[in-house]
């Protein structure tokens, strides 16, 4: 079956531009995940949707940052006027409850260049 | 916050070789796991680990939940090509959490 997918898979921008990444999880997967992958680094959690809702944001760095996830399914990160420093690989993941654990999966994320 | 502190940060073996590596924290997690990420593509999830001192195996990989509930390694045995890449550590802090913390990563290479 088909897996997380996000798109683009690579975005070049200039600085102070704004970037929308959008990923679209495994069908009938409840719970989204976004990380956030800087090079030679372990993923860092940005925010995490239950539903349409955001349950958990604590990652997200600051309020250029935002995430939705209007109808429950598809989630789209959004970021405001980009700096250098933003440049990263976003990964999406999904599971399928958020039980005690429910294992994450993770799409092949989208690589983010701030020139 | 929460960091997981794993190492070696890369090893460099034979082919058929076994690798060992581990991870290790100031605080108590209340599940580890292990993934895996190739270049290009998001980690994929080996092995999870949900009691102190539980052992679990998947196939080559054997991974160990520390008594502490602070550490874990992961063991892969006659290691061969396609083991190559890149393996984190991974941690929940409770029952019921849902953010994971990553280690930093170990690259492992194979020389055939």
């Known amino acids: 079956g088909a897996g997380v997918s996000q798109t683009p898979s690579n975005k070049v921008t200039e600085k102070g531009k704004y970037v929308e990444l959008r990923c679209d999880p495994i069908?009938?997967?409840?719970?989204l995940y976004w990380y956030r992958q800087s090079l030679g680094q372990g993923p860092e959690f940005l925010i995490y949707f239950q539903g349409t809702g955001a349950a958990d944001d604590s990652g997200l760095p600051n309020d250029r940052f935002f995430a939705v996830r209007p109808e429950g399914s598809v989630s789209t990160l959004k970021i405001q006027r980009t700096e250098r420093g933003d440049s990263a690989v976003y990964l999406c993941?999904?599971?399928?409850?958020?039980?005690?654990?429910?294992?994450?999966?993770f799409g092949p994320g989208t690589r983010l260049t701030v020139l | 916050g929460q960091q997981l502190n794993q190492s070696p940060q890369s090893m460099f073996i034979q082919e058929g070789e076994d690798v060992s590596m581990n991870c290790t924290s100031s605080s108590i997690f209340n599940t580890w796991l292990w993934y895996k990420q190739d270049p290009g593509e998001g980690p994929v999830l080996l092995i999870a680990l949900y009691k102190a001192g539980e052992l679990t195996s998947n196939g080559r990989l054997t991974a160990q939940f520390g008594i502490t509930r602070k550490d874990s390694f992961l063991n892969i045995s006659a290691s061969i090509p396609s083991d190559v890449g890149i393996y984190f550590c991974?941690?929940?802090?409770?029952?019921?959490?849902?953010?994971?913390?990553f280690g930093q990563g170990t690259r492992l290479t194979i020389n055939p």
């Open positions: 993941a999904s599971s399928l409850i958020p039980a005690m654990y429910n294992e994450q999966f």
């Open positions: 069908s009938g997967h409840t719970a």
């Open positions: 991974a941690g929940l802090l409770f029952q019921g959490a849902q953010k994971l913390v």
